[in-house]
């Protein structure tokens, strides 16, 4: 048997973060067919997707940030200004993201995470599905996980 020895650090450091995630996506390639046939295609990057409203003023009334990646949308951040509610405009704003990601990107499916008191039931009325629940995450609070196939 062998003895080894390793010293283990918590620090921050991107070099090493960027270094792990390289080899991470080489050994995952490795192991799937599917990620392997996607090596080298244009749906291996992941590319940014941002809608934005802007008010009378020029000013951020709402947006949208989330990213492509294969043949999914991923939807990070919806926000809208207090003063805007209730107008649709969250609904605009996912409903561009949608099409643009469906055709212009080729996307067949997004995902997203909410929180209990955020907006499940905003993403259920737009035709999302709930498919993880993690209560207590942080603690108090329910995070939901939910998809929509886009056709």
Same mark, same amino acid.
């Given at each position: ?6 010293? +283990? =650090?918590?620090?921050?450091?991107? =070099? ?6 390289? /080899? ?9 067919? $599917? ?8 749906? =291996? ?5 941002? &809608? #934005?409203?802007?008010?009378?003023? @020029? =000013?951020?009334?709402? @947006?949208? $940030?989330?990213?492509? #990646? !294969? ?7 919806? #926000? &809208? ?23 212009? /990107? @080729? ?7 909410? #929180? ?11 035709? *999302? ?7 207590? *995450?942080?603690? @108090? +609070? !329910? ?9």
């Amino acid at each position: 048997m062998v003895s080894r020895m390793f010293r +283990i =650090e918590t620090e921050v450091d991107k =070099e090493r973060r960027d270094l792990l995630r390289a /080899r991470l996506r080489e050994t995952n390639t490795a192991a799937s067919p $599917v990620l392997r046939a996607l090596r080298g295609t244009p749906a =291996e990057r992941d590319v940014p997707l941002h &809608v #934005w409203a802007l008010d009378a003023a @020029g =000013e951020v009334a709402g @947006g949208l $940030v989330g990213h492509t #990646w !294969t043949t999914w949308l991923h939807v990070a951040y919806l #926000w &809208v200004d207090d003063r805007h509610r209730g107008a649709g405009l969250g609904t605009r704003l996912l409903a561009q993201a949608e099409r643009t990601a469906h055709e212009d /990107r @080729g996307c067949t499916a997004c995902r997203l995470e909410t #929180w209990d008191f955020q907006a499940p039931e905003f993403y259920r009325k737009q035709g *999302y599905e709930v498919v993880c629940v993690i209560p207590d *995450y942080p603690p @108090g +609070i !329910t995070e939901y996980t939910l998809t929509k196939r886009l056709d």
